[in-house]
C-alpha cells in the first residue's frame, strides 16, 4: 500500500489514528482519521466527518449551511456590520441587545449575551 504524504507539510507520513478530537460549542466529538507523523495536522475522514455535522446539526450546535456575505461600512469612525434579517428573525435580536465579540484566527464570533 502506497504510503499517504501530509498535504499541509509535504514531508510527514499520514498514519491512522482514532481518536481525533474536534470541539463543537463545547461538546467534543471523537473521530476517525490520519494524523500527520511530522506536523501533527489532523485529517477526518469524510464520513466521520459527516457523522459528527449530522450530530451537531440534531444538537442545534452546526451553523445553517447558508454562509451570508456582506460588506462592512463605515459609520462615524467606526465599522458597522449589518446583521441579515433572517438571522435577526432566527434570534429574536433588538436593538440594544447586547453582544460579545471575539477573534479567533482570521473569524470574528459575535454572541448574544443575557437571556
Ligand atoms: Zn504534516
Redesign the pocket.
Known amino acids: 500500500m502506497k504510503e499517504k504524504i ?1 498535504a ?5 507520513r499520514l498514519e491512522e489514528a482514532d481518536n481525533i478530537a474536534s470541539e463543537i460549542e463545547g461538546y467534543i466529538f471523537v473521530e476517525k482519521g490520519w494524523r ?1 507523523s ?4 489532523e485529517f477526518i475522514k469524510e464520513n466521520e466527518a459527516q457523522r459528527t455535522i449530522e450530530i451537531a446539526r440534531k444538537l442545534g450546535i452546526w451553523p445553517k449551511p447558508l454562509k451570508l456575505h456582506r460588506s462592512i461600512s463605515k459609520s462615524g469612525r467606526g465599522l458597522v456590520l449589518r446583521i441579515p434579517s433572517d438571522l435577526e428573525d432566527d434570534l429574536n435580536l433588538k436593538p440594544g441587545q447586547r453582544v460579545s465579540i471575539s477573534r479567533v484566527g482570521h473569524k470574528i464570533i459575535v454572541e448574544t449575551e443575557g437571556k
Open positions: 501530509c499541509v507539510c509535504q514531508e510527514g500527520c511530522k506536523c501533527g495536522e
